[in-house]
């Protein structure tokens, strides 16, 4: 079955790069995603990546795949206060009946220090 | 636009109560889902429906019931709540789209429940 895991926590300063990475198992994944949630809210879908891609950048926001190790990350540059959340990978795969589900990761809670 | 909308946004029960979580979205999507999210476990899905009279069950469906009566409503039921039902309950929705398109899934807010 698909499996997603995250580190925990990630702490950063203001203005440095963050990194999050994400393992997941299912190699039929289509797409994969990047959800970011904030306290007391729902999941906000930030970005996402085909599997046929490498890279994909987004303003601040960089994805990197790679496939043969079924290994995900999320790079924000310039991170600001307000980029702490836990942030979410998730793999998209086929669900009987039709339509996709997603298989979320635990979360990645991202601090950011002054 | 609304989104995804759900009700109530907070609730607290006694154990053996029942009640029922309400989602609406107003963007015309098939697909619609039920998560329960707990410390540590990322998001797990509870049941899905592909179409309006159409559900079926999801990785933690025990406990639970849904309908799906109306396109744009999903409803999420607790006949006997128990403590471990306590969690944050989100609802997403997603359209069809093209075959292997890009369909992120639309998320609510969420409703915190708490089983006393």
């Known amino acids: 079955g698909e499996d997603v895991e995250q580190s925990l926590f990630l702490s950063v300063r203001e203005g440095d790069s963050s990194v999050i990475n994400c393992t997941y198992t299912d190699s039929s994944s289509t797409y994969l995603y990047w959800y970011k949630q904030e306290p007391g809210a729902g999941l906000q879908l930030l970005t996402y990546i085909f599997s046929n891609m490498d890279m994909k950048q987004d303003q601040r926001l960089t994805v990197l795949l790679n496939k043969k190790d079924k290994h995900l990350s999320l790079r924000i540059a310039d991170t600001q206060t307000g980029d702490s959340a836990i942030y979410f990978c998730?793999?998209?795969?086929?669900?009987?009946?039709?339509?996709?589900?997603?298989?979320f990761g635990t979360g990645t809670q991202l601090k950011v220090e002054l | 636009n609304a989104g995804v909308t759900q009700t109530p946004k907070f609730r607290v029960l006694k154990t053996g109560q029942s009640m029922t979580l309400l989602c609406a979205q107003d963007?015309?999507?098939?697909?619609m889902y039920w998560y329960r999210q707990d410390p540590g476990m990322g998001l797990r899905l509870i049941h899905y429906s592909v179409g309006e009279g159409t559900t079926a069950k999801g990785e933690v469906p025990d406990g639970y019931n849904v309908s799906r009566l109306k396109k744009q409503n999903f409803l999420l039921g607790l006949e006997s709540a128990a403590p471990s039902q306590t969690s944050v309950y989100f609802c997403a929705s997603t359209g069809t789209g093209q075959l292997g398109s890009n369909q992120p899934q639309h998320f609510g807010d969420g409703t915190r429940l708490s089983i006393l």
């Open positions: 998730a793999e998209r795969s086929g669900l009987t009946g039709g339509g996709n589900k997603l298989t």
């Open positions: 963007m015309n999507h098939e697909y």
